[in-house]
């Protein structure tokens, strides 16, 4: 594995391959185990977007595998004064061992993996977020012990969650039903690639994606670039709610995840938010644990 730029180009392999690496990088770190695989190694983080939980897991991950990482915010860079990608990919990869990336268009991703000549990591675009759905698959196998043949439904927009989720969950044999208003569904390449799984469901009806559901999962109605069409999707997405009345058409024992920041009483009632806070915090802190695992993979020996 070379970068991760998608889910789209992880093997089914490779997928378990990572959540397996992080298991153990976890087990080690809650027992004072060292692994220190990227000793000497330095990742560069470009952020054109804000971040919480993606910034703080990266530094601290990279910090407790030996290496050191750089937050490098793209309004203090020449990339946003306009200096082309195919540069700056070619720069950073004189002086680091990685680049992780939050941006907005993908193919600026996909070009700096291009130009450059070291792995990239996608931390984040308009099209995909895979280090979020790496650790939404490792807290759910926590959880159920399994992944195949789960049932999942994701409510809400056919943003870069939805498109990270669908490929990842029908990659690991899991059913998949989304449901997605008119006019928000995901991605063409996403429900093009969906095609060939008879698993995969795409409703407007939220109750009818959510029946049986053994996990669900939602994400805020404007993502982030979107914050001005806010009042609109307020329109649009209006019932795309996990709520108690789409928790009774799941199974008794359904998780849900979010991958946060949360809008409270938008995507999610903060009534069914706080009774799964537990599940919801897990996932949180399974982006350090399934980003380490990435990491190593990426740019470990
Ligand atoms: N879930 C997630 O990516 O959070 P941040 O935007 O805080 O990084
Ligand atoms: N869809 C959200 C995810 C945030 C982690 C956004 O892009 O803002």
Redesign the pocket.
């Known amino acids: 594995m070379k970068h991760l730029l998608k889910m789209m180009d992880l093997t089914t392999e490779e997928i378990i391959d990572i959540l397996n690496l992080a298991d153990q990088l976890k087990y080690e770190l809650k027992h004072g185990i060292a692994h220190n695989h990227l000793q000497g190694k330095t990742l560069g983080m470009i952020f054109e977007?804000a971040s919480t939980r993606t910034r703080v897991s990266f530094e601290t991950g990279m910090y407790q595998l030996g290496g050191y990482p750089l937050f490098l915010s793209a309004n203090e860079m020449q990339i946003g004064r306009g200096e082309p990608v195919e540069d700056t990919a070619r720069v950073l990869s004189r002086y680091l061992d990685g680049i992780m990336i939050r941006t907005f268009k993908q193919e600026e991703v996909e070009k700096l993996a291009e130009y450059g000549s070291i792995p990239v990591i996608n931390g984040?675009t308009?099209f995909c977020?895979p280090c979020?759905v790496l650790a939404d698959l490792l807290t759910v196998r926590e959880y159920k012990n399994k992944l195949d043949g789960l049932n999942m439904c994701y409510i809400g927009?056919g943003?870069?969650?939805a498109n990270s989720l669908i490929v990842g969950c029908l990659k690991v044999g899991m059913n998949v039903s989304a449901a997605c208003p008119e006019g928000y569904c995901p991605d063409n390449t996403v429900l093009e690639f969906a095609k060939s799984y008879d698993n995969f469901r795409l409703t407007n009806i939220p109750v009818e994606a959510a029946a049986d559901a053994d996990v669900l999962f939602t994400?805020?109605w404007a993502?982030?670039g979107q914050e001005g069409e806010a009042e609109k999707r307020r329109i649009a997405f209006k019932g795309y709610q996990i709520n108690d009345e789409i928790m009774s058409a799941a199974h008794g024992d359904a998780m849900v995840m979010h991958?946060?920041?949360a809008h409270r009483e938008e995507e999610i009632t903060a009534k069914v938010f706080e009774a799964h806070a537990g599940e919801i915090f897990d996932e949180a802190e399974n982006r350090l644990h399934a980003q380490k695992a990435v990491m190593v993979k990426v740019m470990g020996k």
């Open positions: 977007k984040l308009d977020h979020q927009d943003n870069n969650m994400d805020v993502s982030m991958c946060l920041p």
